[in-house]
C-alpha cells in the first residue's frame, strides 16, 4: 500500500520524547520543551513523515500532539497495552524509551492505516442482556 510520507514511533515522557522512524533505522531523543518540540518537528518534516503515533501516557503525549497536528503532521494515539501485546508476540520483552520507541513504529506500520490517521474510532458492540 502506498503511503504519503513515513511513519514514526514517538515514546514520550515528562522529560523527553524518543522517536523512531523504522524504515529509515532513525532514531532521535528531544527534551519536552518548546525548543525539542521544535527540533523533532524539523527532523520529522525533514525525513518526510506523515503520521506521528504515540501510546497514550497519562497526558504527556497531548502537547506533542497538538505541536505536531500544528505542523501538519497526522497524530494517532493508541492504547498501550495493545502496543504491548504486540511487541511480546513478537518476543520483544525488553522495556525501554528507545525500543519502545521502535514497537510503536513497527505497531503502527502494521495497524494504523493513513485513511484512519485522524481519527481515534472506538466501536464497541452491543453487550448482550446476560
Known sequence: MPQQGRIVGIDVSKLKAEACIRSLQLRLSQPSTPAGEQELIA?????RVG??????SGGYERGWAQALRKAGIAVRIVDPKRVRYFAKSAGRLAKNDPIDAEMIAWFAETFCHRGAA?????SRRPRSGW
Open 51 to 56: 503520521l506521528a503515533v504515540m501510546e497514550a
Open 118 to 122: 485522524g481519527t481515534r474510532s472506538r
Open 43 to 47: 527532523w520529522l518534516s525533514d525525513n
